[in-house]
């Protein structure tokens, strides 16, 4: 496991002095292995505004297939940003412009040609507060199946949504109450729920948006569990503050900073010896 | 409870600032409730008013007459046909038989003044009995009729009686007659259908909102048709498509000021476009539903955009990131959440346009129509139009008529305020 010490003054002071030097990382240039053979999502020199305001600069990523990658850094470093370019959810976002490649499975969808429609069947969401539908259970899960026209006859219906719910760890609990309300459920629940609404359409790629911050430790470790599971088919990114689940879940890890990708790295190697500076200082709990 | 804690905690004495913040606590509070107090008994004062003016509209007195219905005094053969029947002077004939059935009354102006105690639809009604049952003809028959609105008034309390002839409404030798009818139990009172079916008349005593609840019915029904389609969809393409740039900035600005032009140049608008340049036939619910519709529309936008705005964008989010069309999004989910508010915006703006009375006399629909409109092309009335014309009336009937049909209108008000209630309860989902 990963070794947290107490911040030392001294490396604070450091990290201050750093940190001020905005120049220096306007020329950032990522360090480890951010290319994968073979890769499902593939960013090329991404950058985002906000308006005037830049979010993100110059991102190279790759997903790989059947790989849990972890997005780490300080708040507001740009790790939702980077999520939300993968499946165009910045679109909805007055003022804000994406620039750069992305491609999945070698086809771009960055550009207005692409069918955004069928781009998020493809790429599945879970957010940071859990955000059922306030229908039932069983509508919850069966409304991407049901716009997407995944669905046949009502008993092909019923099956898509115990897969889902058996998949997400939840069918236990709600097997006997399906059509009530989805927002009766506890918190914890509620986020298997969403995970279970987003697999129910069979995406590719799973983006989760720090998924168990308002959750217990029993709840995260649950669906931890099930991410290691989801692995086996799909492509993860989980943006995460907590460096134990980066550790615990993924394969690789993502080090953002101030809008920058500082580092790339094998999630142990990552934790062990990170490369640059500012990595270290993050994942040993001197900053953030 | 708050008290004891404070003088409790670590024994001290209060500190003169929480003694000063508790009065104003208090104070505060009493000027609340004062405030509510007062508003609830304008309320009060108000309804009572209305109430003990309006309640004896909703009975009238009728008199009872002997008539004869000679096939002399109707000057026709003993077997009449219809035709012979419609040409008679009924007229003539109930002033016979009041002659016949009071001798004693020998002067002219007199037996006028006895004529004049009961309605000026007697003749007709006369008229309609023996048409529609001719046998009637050479019988007599002891029918039941309205008294005049002044005998009325009388009998009722509502006009004084114990003052000196010339101001009083009946002559001293009416006010006896109409004393001896009540004694010899030839008068009698009835709850007044008329009132709710029958239109604007000369005589107070015949006189009915029936055909300003259809028009009111009517004008309204082409509003919401106009005004909730539009609304809405305006709400949902500012609120949910429009760009956030200075266009979409002074369309807002603009609306939130169209919600408080005054109704009469609405009115004036309806005159000049609607009336003078597309020639829409004046005095109708058509013309009188779109003014009002452009009044509405702005609370309608207004309402709407503030209950989508209540969604929470999370939802949106999470169809969106589903692979939800806007269009779905917005259909499957948003509008659901936000249909309570929506609706009850709507009913409000309709409230107020069923209470608007100035653009409907500038576009023409003060016309005295005494028939009920059957379609938005036919001249109407309506029920605050009524209401102002019968308050601008002189003779003392149309008061308690004034009245009623106030209490009416709040009728009308409160069930739309209950249907609101009602729907919103409906629709709100709680989960
Ligand atoms: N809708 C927006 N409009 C303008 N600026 C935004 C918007 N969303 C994010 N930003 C800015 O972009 C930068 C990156 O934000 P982002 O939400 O991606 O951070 P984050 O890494 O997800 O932070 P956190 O860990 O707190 O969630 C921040 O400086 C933020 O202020
Ligand atoms: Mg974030």
């Not at chain 1, 007055?94 to 069918?115: L, P, Q, T």
């Not at chain 2, 709400?235 to 005054?262: G, H």
Request: proline content about 5%; overall charge neutral; glycine content about 8%.
């Amino acid at each position: 496991m990963i070794e947290i010490s107490p911040p030392s003054k001294k490396s604070e002071k450091n990290f201050t002095t750093r940190l001020e030097s905005v120049d220096e990382f306007d020329r950032v240039e990522t360090v480890g292995e951010m290319f994968v053979d073979r890769p499902k999502v593939s960013c090329l020199g991404v950058s985002v505004h906000y308006g005037d305001k830049q979010a993100l600069f110059n991102i190279n990523l790759d997903l790989g297939r059947n790989e849990v990658l972890a997005l780490i850094g300080p708040s507001g470093c740009g790790k939702t940003t980077f999520l939300r370019c993968i499946n165009r959810m910045n679109d909805t976002i007055e003022g804000c412009r994406v620039d750069g490649e992305i491609k999945i499975e070698g086809a771009e969808i960055n550009h207005s040609d692409a069918d955004v429609v069928s781009l998020r069947s493809k790429v599945g969401m879970v957010f940071q507060k859990p955000n059922p539908f306030p229908k039932s259970i069983f509508d919850n899960i069966a409304y991407g199946p049901r716009i997407h026209g995944l669905s046949g006859p009502k008993n092909e219906l019923d099956d898509i949504v115990e897969a889902a719910l058996k998949r997400a760890g939840l069918w236990e609990e709600v097997s006997d109450r399906l059509h009530t309300p989805a927002t009766g459920l506890s918190g914890g629940q509620q986020q298997r729920l969403c995970i279970a609404r987003a697999i129910a359409v069979n995406p590719e790629v799973i983006l989760m948006d720090e998924p168990c911050s308002a959750l217990d430790p029993i709840a995260t470790a649950r669906i931890e569990e099930l991410i290691d599971d989801l692995r086996e088919k799909f492509t993860i990114a989980i943006v995460t503050h907590s460096m134990h689940q980066a550790a615990r879940v993924s394969q690789r890890t993502a080090y953002f900073h101030m809008g920058h990708l500082v580092e790339v790295g094998v999630t142990d190697q990552m934790f062990t010896n990170p490369r640059q500076r500012l990595t270290e200082d993050y994942i040993t709990g001197r900053f953030g | 409870m708050n008290r004891g804690f404070s003088r409790t905690t670590g024994g001290k004495p209060l500190s003169s600032l929480n003694i000063r913040r508790q009065r104003a606590e208090r104070r505060f509070r009493r000027i609340g409730l004062f405030g509510v107090g007062l508003a609830l008994a304008s309320v009060l004062f108000l309804l009572g008013t209305i109430f003990s003016s309006g309640y004896s509209a909703f009975w009238r007195l009728h008199f009872a007459v002997d008539i004869d219905f000679d096939p002399v005094l109707m000057n026709v053969s003993s077997d009449p046909s219809l035709e012979e029947l419609r040409d008679v002077n009924y007229l003539s004939l109930f002033r016979k038989n009041l002659e016949r059935s009071y001798p004693e009354v020998k002067d002219r102006s007199e037996r006028r003044k006895l004529a004049q105690m009961f309605s000026e639809s007697v003749p007709d009604v006369l008229e309609s009995l023996v048409i529609s049952n001719p046998s009637l003809v050479g019988s007599k028959q002891r029918i039941w009729v309205l008294s005049s609105s002044s005998a009325e008034m009388i009998y009722k309390g509502a006009a004084p009686r114990d003052i000196e002839e010339k101001r009083r409404v009946l002559t001293d030798q009416q006010l006896t007659w109409l004393d001896q009818w009540h004694g010899e139990n030839l008068t009698r009172t009835r709850f007044n259908f008329r009132f709710f079916t029958s239109g604007p008349s000369r005589s107070p005593e015949l006189a009915g909102l029936g055909g300003a609840i259809v028009g009111s019915a009517l004008t309204l029904l082409v509003t919401l048709l106009i005004s909730f389609p539009m609304g809405v969809a305006a709400a949902i393409y500012l609120e949910e498509y429009a760009p956030k740039n200075r266009v979409s900035e002074i369309i807002e600005v603009n609306i939130n000021n169209l919600a408080a032009v005054p109704s009469i140049i609405f009115g004036l608008l309806g005159l000049a476009v609607l009336l003078n340049v597309f020639g829409l036939p004046r005095g109708t619910p058509l013309v009188g539903g779109i003014v009002l519709s452009l009044m509405t529309l702005p609370t309608i936008i207004i309402a709407s955009r503030a209950a989508l705005k209540a969604v929470p964008p999370s939802i949106r989010d999470g169809a969106l990131a589903m692979g939800a069309s806007p269009m779905q999004t917005i259909f499957h989910h948003v509008l659901p959440l936000a249909m309570p508010g929506i609706l009850t915006g709507s009913i409000i703006g309709l409230a107020q346009a069923l209470g608007e009375t100035a653009p409907l006399l500038m576009i023409g629909m003060f016309a005295f129509v005494a028939d009920t409109p059957s379609g938005i092309l036919d001249q109407a009335s309506s029920l605050p139009v009524q209401i102002y014309l019968w308050a601008e009336s002189s003779e003392r009937g149309y008061v308690e008529l004034t009245a009623a049909a106030i209490m009416i209108i709040l009728v009308f008000l409160v069930f739309m305020n209950l249907l609101a209630v009602f729907l919103r309860k409906k629709f709100e989902r709680r989960w």
